[in-house]
């Protein structure tokens, strides 16, 4: 059986490669050799700012509730 940390953390990082998917075929942020730094620097801003207008994000609401914080 698996730790309820560790399945946790196994979700987020479902949502970590959801985010990275959507990333790189959505608002095409490719990992390509650019000529320049200008046009890198062009190409991760447009990516991230196309991504952030996007009406439907993935997320995770998890509250974690430290059990040695809790005072009985």
Partial sequence: LMDLHDKILLRKRALIETVNDELKNVCYIEHT?????D?????????????NLLPKKP???IDIIDKSRIIA
Avoid: T
């Avoid at 062009?42 to 196309?50: D, E």
């Fill in 33 to 37: 050799r650019h000529r320049s730094i």
């Fill in 39 to 51: 046009g890198f620097a062009s190409n991760l801003i447009a990516g991230l700012i196309a991504y």
């Fill in 59 to 61: 997320s995770l609401n």
